[in-house]
Structures are given as C-alpha cells and as structure tokens.
C-alpha cells in the first residue's frame, strides 16, 4: 500500500536524491576506457510543505537549493534524475 501524504500537506518530498551523468562523451570514454562519472548533487532529502505556511529552502551557495526545487518539479534536464524516494503534491 502506497504511504498517503498528510491532510495538511500540500507536498510531500521523502528520501530523494538527486544525480548527474558529468561523465566525458560515450565515443571518448570508449576510446580512452574511462568509466562513467556520476555526480550525487543532493542526498536523501526530506520535507513536507504544509497548506497555508511558508516554506523555505537556505543554505550555503552550490549546497542543492535549485536542484531540490528543479527535482522536485522533473526538470533536471538531460543529464539530471531524481532516483529513488516519493514526490507526492496535493492539487
């Protein structure tokens, strides 16, 4: 049975992480026999955004502020992903 979000909540972010493919072009790794690289930006991040009160993300510059939010909406574009955890919005 799927974990329902909070009658308050509006969102509900539970263990995610998000990871990069920065690795160098295939036909490169190829050639030079490199394996990929995969960067972990953010690592199991949890928070639920309750109905009617401010939320906020701080923290230092290049800490994952814009890519929790990105994640959060699926736009981490070609090389980004969310893997693993929940994302559930109450609309």
């Known amino acids: 049975m799927t974990p329902q979000i909070a009658p308050d909540d509006i ?5 995610i ?17 490199r394996p990929r690289r995969i960067l972990t930006a ?4 949890s928070f639920d955004v309750q109905r009617g009160k401010t939320f906020a ?7 994952g502020k ?7 909406m699926q736009d981490l574009g070609v090389n980004g992903r969310v893997v693993g955890g929940t994302i559930r919005f109450k609309g």
Not at 11 to 15: K, M, P, R
Not at 57 to 63: A, F, K, Y
């Open 11 to 15: 969102l509900s972010v539970q263990n």
């Open 17 to 33: 992480s998000k990871r990069f493919d920065v690795s160098e072009p295939f036909l490169n790794r190829v050639l030079e026999r």
């Open 42 to 45: 953010v690592n199991d991040i």
């Open 57 to 63: 993300v701080v923290g230092e510059s290049g800490c």
């Open 66 to 72: 814009s890519t929790v939010a990105l994640g959060v």
